[in-house]
């Protein structure tokens, strides 16, 4: 029998690799002749990078940036040398998670960090780059990453402008002469889970920019200086960016990605999907075994356990999901989806004691599940 075991990370306990490992350990406890393929992955947010370094055999590396307020920090990135593909996650360096509620500052909050980080990567010649846009605290069109990557901006003036957000409310020129034209030659995939253009009610700052530390009063005078800024791209790159889905991820930074450097949005499990060759590994598959740490209703919102299914449904193979937490509403999972969704938690107690027990709770109901094909096998019901 062949299992395809692609799971997400377990937040808090455990790697996708990590659990990969632990189903592909219960699977051949019943079934010890099994062939397991332990294909970790992710859906674009926190531990793509991770995910896709174990499922491509490749390595992290480290490099000084700045934070979104330029304090220096050391952010991480992966590496797979044989396919040429640098993966990184922009909230290594401009994420929220790195600031205080207190600290967060739309007006100073840059992606210099960003450029840094890119400059590092393209000093490998990359022939393929993905990043995992989310998680910023920033609000600045993606101007900081632009002026490190040597993009200038004039006002009407002729002067430069400084690198903050609501600079951009003066820019007149954008000259990208700068920027490394070895970038030309650089497929380059967001990884991207939100639709929402670059400015407008559904913009940036009028949807994001709240949680950023954008007061109510402000969203008009941040908007209005990406919108400028947004028309400087869009002559650019003689393409209306700004209006793309996905140009307002990151606050904004999408957008200058896609202007700057011919980045392409694509969801991020899909991205995950083609990177591991996901569809390749299923073939002649028995059964898929995938899940992570929580899930419930908005699974199948792009989230890895939903896409991994979607996948194997185009092969007809069926689908077990294991998960630590079962939300609400999971019955819809299971409509032309999961085949069953089995939760892993075997005890009352604490939250502290399921974590502690995360794995090997994990490995014994993926024992249960697999006695329990075992058994059908048996009567010959399947």
């Given at each position: 029998m062949k299992f395809v075991l692609a799971p997400d990370s377990f937040k808090g306990t455990m790697t996708a690799a990590t659990v990969a490992a632990t189903m592909s350990a219960g699977v051949r406890d019943v079934f010890p002749d099994a062939e397991c393929i332990e294909v970790p992955m992710a859906d674009g947010g926190e531990g793509t990078t991770r995910s896709l370094v174990d499922a491509l055999g490749g390595e992290m590396r480290t490099?000084?940036?700045?934070?979104?307020?330029?304090?220096?920090?050391?952010?991480?990135?992966?590496?797979?040398?044989?396919?040429?593909?640098?993966?990184?996650?922009?909230?290594?360096?401009?994420?929220?998670?790195?600031l205080t509620v207190e600290e967060l500052d739309p007006h100073q909050a840059t992606t210099v960090g960003v450029g840094q980080l890119l400059n590092h990567i393209i000093e490998l010649s990359p022939a393929q780059v993905i990043i995992g846009l989310g998680g910023?605290?920033?609000?600045?069109?993606?101007?900081?990453?632009?002026?490190?990557?040597?993009?200038?901006?004039?006002n009407s003036s002729g002067n430069?402008?400084?690198?903050?957000?609501?600079?951009?409310?003066?820019?007149?020129?954008?000259?990208?002469?700068?920027?490394?034209e070895r970038w030309q030659d650089v497929e380059i995939t967001l990884a991207c889970d939100v639709d929402n253009p670059l400015t407008g009610e559904r913009g940036a700052t009028a949807v994001f920019g709240p949680q950023k530390g954008v007061q109510p009063e402000e969203i008009a005078l941040f908007?209005?200086?990406?919108?400028?800024?947004?028309?400087l791209l869009d002559e650019t790159s003689g393409r209306a960016v700004s209006k793309n889905p996905g140009a307002g991820a990151a606050g904004g930074l999408g957008?200058?990605?896609?202007?700057?450097?011919?980045?392409?949005p694509q969801r991020g499990i899909d991205v995950v999907i083609h990177a591991v060759s996901l569809e390749d590994q299923l073939a002649g598959a028995?059964?898929?075994?995938?899940?992570?740490?929580s899930m419930d209703y908005q699974t199948k919102f792009g989230k890895t356990p939903w896409g991994v299914m979607l996948a194997a449904r185009k092969q007809n193979i069926p689908?077990?999901?294991?998960?630590?937490?079962?939300?609400?509403?999971?019955?819809?999972?299971?409509?032309?989806?999961?085949?069953?969704?089995?939760?892993?938690?075997?005890?009352?107690?604490?939250?502290?004691?399921?974590?502690e027990k995360a794995q090997p709770s994990l490995r014994?109901?993926?024992r249960m599940a697999c006695r329990i094909l075992a058994a059908a096998r048996h009567t010959e019901k399947f």
């Open positions: 490099v000084e940036v700045s934070d979104a307020l330029g304090r220096s920090r050391t952010a991480h990135f992966g590496w797979i040398a044989a396919k040429k593909l640098a993966v990184v996650e922009i909230a290594e360096a401009a994420g929220i998670e790195h910023s605290a920033t609000n600045d069109g993606g101007w900081g990453m632009a002026y490190e990557l040597g993009a200038i901006v004039k430069p402008i400084e690198s903050r957000a609501l600079a951009l409310a003066d820019a007149a020129n954008l000259d990208t002469s700068g920027i490394s908007d209005a200086a990406l919108a400028q800024w947004g028309n957008a200058a990605l896609m202007a700057l450097l011919g980045a392409k028995d059964f898929v075994f995938t899940g992570e740490g689908t077990i999901a294991f998960t630590g937490n079962l939300g609400r509403n999971v019955e819809s999972l299971h409509e032309n989806g999961f085949a069953a969704i089995i939760p892993t938690v075997r005890e009352v107690g604490s939250l502290t004691e399921a974590l014994e109901s993926v």
